[in-house]
């Protein structure tokens, strides 16, 4: 079982700039996916970005794409996810998540994910 722990939320005007980092311990992740998901009240949670670890391969929702960007720093064991020109409806939860074994293709179901963090709260104010 791998430990994840988010941190970096906090309260931003629009068009700032927000940087979350997820702390991985417990396990190698050799072979792992990391991913970033989001929640925001009375809504599902939603995939926002996932890397794999060994490859650095990564994948996007569509509203995202071109302002977040996701990354892994191997040696630290931890995942960041860097977000540029925020929006009031980037608010949420932000949750790290983790997944053993790559067998190609994108996961990005909450049920593909095993492993989360405690979240983080990124809100955006306009």
């Known amino acids: 079982q791998v430990q994840l722990v988010e941190s970096g939320g906090g309260l931003v005007q629009a068009g700032d700039s927000l940087r979350l980092s997820c702390a991985a311990s417990?396990?190698?992740?050799?072979?792992?996916?990391m991913a970033w998901f989001r929640q925001t009240p009375g809504k599902e949670r939603e995939f926002v970005a996932s890397?794999?670890?060994?490859?650095?391969?990564?994948y996007y929702t569509d509203s995202v794409k071109g302002r977040f960007t996701i990354s892994r720093d191997i040696a630290k064991a931890t995942v960041y996810l860097e977000m540029a020109s925020l929006k009031p409806e980037d608010t949420a939860v932000y949750y790290c998540?983790?997944?053993?074994?790559?067998?190609?293709?994108?996961?990005?179901?909450?049920?593909?994910?095993?492993?989360w963090g405690q979240g983080t709260q990124v809100t955006v104010s306009s």
């Open positions: 998540a983790a997944r053993s074994g790559y067998y190609g293709g994108h996961y990005y179901y909450v049920r593909e994910y095993p492993n």
């Open positions: 417990g396990r190698t992740l050799r072979n792992y996916v």
């Open positions: 890397i794999t670890w060994s490859g650095g391969s990564s």
